[in-house]
């Protein structure tokens, strides 16, 4: 979501300055998570459809979610895709969903049932 998009809230938020079209540039000031996150660099796959998967690696995971660095461009995630978390043992499989994007970094939520 873009500050054009939607309400900031002022205590979350600080600005930092202007990007080149005049925009505000604000970062969080404070972690808002609920569960801790493992710094990682796991790698894994990214299930688009039955024919299309992409590489990447997990930059930080917790019970909840994980950030994911993309090997390359997806400009429209599925609603909802697999994620397999490379093991030791053997594969971890989690199901998820897009969070949020920018560019080849993404924030999923992992869905239990």
């Known amino acids: ?52 998967t992409v590489n990447c690696t997990v930059k930080d995971l917790s019970v909840s979610g994980a950030q994911l660095i993309l090997s390359k461009p997806v400009k429209k995630l599925p609603k909802r895709f697999s994620l397999t978390l490379q093991s030791d043992h053997s594969p971890k499989k989690r199901t998820c969903s897009c969070r949020w994007q920018d560019g080849q970094s993404i924030g999923v939520e992992f869905h239990y049932s």
């Open 1 to 52: 979501m873009t500050i054009r998009q939607g309400i900031v809230h002022l205590y979350l938020l600080m600005v930092i300055g202007k990007d080149r079209k005049g925009l505000i540039v604000v970062a969080m000031s404070q972690n808002t998570r609920s569960e801790r996150r493992a710094n990682t660099e796991i790698g894994g796959q990214v299930k688009i459809n039955t024919f299309s």
